[in-house]
């Protein structure tokens, strides 16, 4: 039986001309009623949809019109219908991020990152406590990020943190242009792990926290935690699963 799809696109023109193709081919069922979300556009916009559908339950099929696409299929306007009934699926989890400033404190979900981000010309400088204990007394550095398996390939990858299989309970720390100690270079936590950032000299050295695309300026103090209580499925053309994406990139040249 052929799945019930809805559309969601980017604002960009090539992915709003390919929803206008896409609906004219293929029936939109319209958010409540579809059983499975198509969402059209780079890894960014497939995040922001992640995000607009947590908890709902239906699963989400990107085609890839952005720039890298790590996240997406190939956009392609044939035997959609075929595609999705042949998907394989990968359920993902997002961190839940506490962020504590000034102003109170700001709860958020991520499903790549999340990450502390100097604000000003000076490093910051910050405490790192797993589980209640401290790890590190004063990391100096750029920022530093917990990733989640899904986005080890993201940000993480670039600051040269691990690339994590899509099916390991773990999360990566990793640091970001560290200055002291010089030698670390992050470190991988069980997703059981509870991490918190203290903000040292955080009036003169400012910080701020970033999951995903939601940023809380001049924190002092960040939590961070794999939210198991809530979870995503992603679909991934047979052969191409999110599982051998994260494989093969640990190959490239």
């Given at each position: 039986m052929a799945k019930a799809i809805h559309?969601?696109?980017?604002?960009?023109?090539?992915?709003?001309?390919?929803?206008?193709?896409?609906?004219?081919?293929?029936?939109?069922?319209?958010?409540?009623?579809?059983d499975v979300i198509v969402a059209l556009g780079g890894d960014g916009f497939m995040l922001q949809t992640l995000h607009k559908f947590l908890g709902s339950g239906k699963p989400i099929y990107g085609m890839n019109l952005g720039s890298v696409g790590f996240l997406m299929n190939e956009y392609r306007e044939d035997s959609l219908p075929e595609r999705l009934e042949a998907a394989e699926m990968a359920k993902i989890h997002p961190l839940r991020m506490r962020a504590t400033n000034a102003e109170g404190v700001t709860e958020a979900r991520a499903f790549n990152e999340v990450s502390l981000l100097r604000q000003t010309r000076q490093a910051a400088?910050?405490?790192?406590?797993?589980?209640?204990?401290?790890?590190?007394?004063e990391l100096i550095c750029d920022g530093v990020?917990?990733?989640?398996?899904?986005?080890?390939?993201?940000?993480?990858?670039?600051?040269?943190?691990?690339?994590?299989?899509?099916?390991?309970?773990?999360?990566?720390?990793?640091?970001?242009?560290?200055?002291?100690p010089r030698r670390w270079r992050g470190a991988l936590l069980s997703h059981r792990a509870r991490v918190r950032f203290e903000i040292l000299e955080a009036a003169k050295r400012p910080v701020s926290a970033v999951a995903d695309d939601l940023e809380v300026r001049c924190v002092t103090a960040v939590d961070v935690a794999e939210d198991r209580s809530i979870s995503t499925t992603m679909l991934f053309d047979a052969g191409h699963s999110l599982d051998e994406r994260i494989l093969a990139e640990q190959f490239v040249d």
């Open positions: 559309f969601e696109a980017a604002e960009a023109g090539d992915a709003q001309a390919a929803l206008a193709i896409m609906q004219r081919r293929y029936a939109d069922a319209g958010p409540d009623r579809c400088k910050i405490r790192i406590l797993v589980d209640d204990k401290v790890r590190i007394g990020l917990v990733s989640t398996p899904a986005g080890s390939t993201a940000y993480n990858l670039s600051a040269h943190g691990p690339i994590l299989p899509i099916d390991a309970d773990l999360l990566a720390l990793t640091p970001i242009s560290a200055f002291r």
